[in-house]
């Protein structure tokens, strides 16, 4: 018989909560047997939403915890008082192991000092990258960090590295998985005092793939599987990524819609664009793992709808069964 | 009568060079009597292509610098050794006040190395900022600073608000530019050290209007007019921006030519979106200025082609009409 997983699910985080959510957690455990779901909230709201669907009430649990965290509130403040709310209820979960993993739509400050401070890290991981996946003309990339833990140092950069790496190997089976970083130019000379000091670490490491300098542009063109740089530098490229994107294809749109002629033509073109464009959303392989602690925190889209909501489920599933943890152990162990 | 503006071009730096350097140079004389253009380098080549032209010889002329400074040579090193180089030759000529402006498609390290060491800073700058124009949802904003010279502190983020602000005012037209500092959240207690050090201080300059932070996700909705940054994030921005939109495009495409019916709706499409993305294309404004020296130095694209030389040359006339460094000047002996 195949190992159940349990994933705690924050029902009460992010703009489409608690709908979406619920549809995305039924959605998992009716698609797999292996999946049990605790969803952590408000019973009563919960119970009302779930009435309306069939599933194994077995593998689909409630358990009750009636404060939110808002995006409004300052993250660790919260955390420390807010006992009885989704998101704490769920890492106290993780924490003394009844769930595996954790995937919450909620505050992103709240679910990341959430992680460090209920969760814990693993020994030896000097901080906890929130890693995010972004989409690239051939498939996908992990940005390793991003977030708001800023200001990192060189050793911590050389782990965002060696656990992105070990990510994209075993979570999306890329072999080998090219390792670069952020820079202004290609040159090895090039780039701030971060950089500088972290190229030659990233160059030493012989557990991972270090292929050199990224710049920006070559980012959307897949040049690299796992793309290294500071929280803050990570954050201006996937807000950028999801800014741009959205502009361009407004702009677009207004385009198509700017004279009889293109009105026509649009119609034509429409379920074709579609279909293109759908390779570019990395909602589709779950959301972003907080990676380096006790267990797993996954940050979905604050307006994650069901259908992320079920990947980031299934994503947990793969990470609980690949061992990522035990890998990111033995790797820091070995190395450092 | 009318001053006559004079412009130095380096007719060997580009892609395109000289062919569309020349061309936007000939182009620039034809159109506009109070425009002079000096051409440097290989003075047998440029007679040559200009042979094709019909212009007032009076207004253009060249400048024999045989030496070419390319993108491989380290910056700093290439300006002291090739003193004949197309580079060197028309700073030196913006130092002696011989040229009010120079406009160069060749290596940006050696074009900003060349510009603070021979053309020199205005008394009191500490750090000239390359400040590339972005194009956004609703026209464009000023990326202040962008390029090489990282690791900014605090004070030097402040002139480049200041100065970017000056430069969209009377460059563009903007009436009271909106100033905002890209961070990681809109709240004034995020950032990493460099932005919550400088958040404060451009909160209390009363000569621009300060609107506080904005994420990289409001960039492209045109939500600031002129963009404060460290160089290494602005690079980052200028890339992806460059390197995201290539990929967009070029990702349509391909859904526009994935099936016949799309096809077909392709070209019906085809003049609406093309007159519509042109709004998405800052080359019609010129290059970027790299501001706070004794004269102006514009950096275009690399690839730049007849049109961005052409508007860069116009962009040095009003650069220099609206005494933009009379006004930093005053601005920087009044506030420091």
Redesign the interface.
Request: net charge neutral; aromatic share 4%; with cysteine.
């Given at each position: 018989m195949q190992n159940m997983i349990t994933v705690a699910v924050d029902a009460m985080g992010g703009d489409n909560a608690p709908g979406e959510i619920i549809k995305g957690a039924v959605l998992a455990v009716q698609e797999r047997k292996d999946i049990k779901v605790v969803l952590t909230g408000d019973e009563d709201i919960i119970r009302k939403e779930l009435g309306s669907y069939d599933y194994d009430k077995e593998r689909l649990q409630v358990v009750h915890a009636p404060e939110i965290i808002t995006n409004c509130e300052a993250p660790v403040l919260a955390i420390r008082r807010k006992k009885n709310s989704s998101i704490v209820v769920a890492l106290q979960m993780v924490k003394n192991k009844e769930a595996d993993a954790f995937v919450s739509a909620g505050s992103t400050g709240a679910v990341l000092a959430g992680g460090q401070l209920i969760v814990g890290r693993i020994n030896g991981v000097e901080r906890p990258p929130l890693a995010p996946l972004i989409p690239?003309?051939n498939g996908v990339s992990l940005l390793s960090a991003c977030?708001?833990n800023?200001?990192a140092r060189s050793s911590h950069l050389v782990q965002f590295a060696r656990m992105g790496s070990i990510y994209m190997e075993n979570i999306l089976g890329i072999k080998n998985p090219r390792v670069a970083i952020?820079n202004?130019?290609a040159e090895e000379e090039?780039?701030?005092?971060l950089?500088k000091e972290t190229f030659p670490l990233l160059k030493s490491c012989n557990d991972i793939n270090f292929i050199g300098s990224i710049?920006?542009?070559?980012?959307?063109?897949g040049a690299a599987d796992v793309i290294v740089c500071e929280?803050?530098?990570g954050?201006?490229?996937?807000?950028?990524?999801?800014?741009?994107?959205?502009?361009?294809?407004?702009?677009?749109k207004?385009?198509?819609m700017?004279?009889t002629?293109?009105k026509?033509?649009?119609?034509?073109?429409?379920?074709?664009?579609?279909?293109?464009?759908k390779?570019?959303d990395a909602t589709k392989y779950g959301g972003a793992p907080l990676l380096g602690l006790n267990g797993l925190v996954v940050k979905t889209h604050g307006n994650a709808k069901s259908n992320e909501v079920y990947n980031s489920i299934l994503q947990c599933v793969t990470f609980t069964e690949q061992n990522i943890n035990d890998k990111i152990r033995n790797n820091l162990n070995k190395n450092e």
């Amino acid at each position: 018989m195949q190992n159940m997983i349990t994933v705690a699910v924050d029902a009460m985080g992010g703009d489409n909560a608690p709908g979406e959510i619920i549809k995305g957690a039924v959605l998992a455990v009716q698609e797999r047997k292996d999946i049990k779901v605790v969803l952590t909230g408000d019973e009563d709201i919960i119970r009302k939403e779930l009435g309306s669907y069939d599933y194994d009430k077995e593998r689909l649990q409630v358990v009750h915890a009636p404060e939110i965290i808002t995006n409004c509130e300052a993250p660790v403040l919260a955390i420390r008082r807010k006992k009885n709310s989704s998101i704490v209820v769920a890492l106290q979960m993780v924490k003394n192991k009844e769930a595996d993993a954790f995937v919450s739509a909620g505050s992103t400050g709240a679910v990341l000092a959430g992680g460090q401070l209920i969760v814990g890290r693993i020994n030896g991981v000097e901080r906890p990258p929130l890693a995010p996946l972004i989409p690239t003309m051939n498939g996908v990339s992990l940005l390793s960090a991003c977030g708001a833990n800023v200001d990192a140092r060189s050793s911590h950069l050389v782990q965002f590295a060696r656990m992105g790496s070990i990510y994209m190997e075993n979570i999306l089976g890329i072999k080998n998985p090219r390792v670069a970083i952020v820079n202004i130019g290609a040159e090895e000379e090039k780039g701030n005092l971060l950089v500088k000091e972290t190229f030659p670490l990233l160059k030493s490491c012989n557990d991972i793939n270090f292929i050199g300098s990224i710049e920006a542009r070559e980012i959307p063109n897949g040049a690299a599987d796992v793309i290294v740089c500071e929280a803050f530098v990570g954050n201006v490229i996937l807000k950028l990524y999801e800014g741009l994107g959205t502009a361009l294809v407004k702009k677009i749109k207004t385009g198509l819609m700017s004279t009889t002629k293109s009105k026509i033509g649009a119609l034509l073109c429409k379920t074709a664009l579609k279909e293109t464009m759908k390779d570019f959303d990395a909602t589709k392989y779950g959301g972003a793992p907080l990676l380096g602690l006790n267990g797993l925190v996954v940050k979905t889209h604050g307006n994650a709808k069901s259908n992320e909501v079920y990947n980031s489920i299934l994503q947990c599933v793969t990470f609980t069964e690949q061992n990522i943890n035990d890998k990111i152990r033995n790797n820091l162990n070995k190395n450092e």
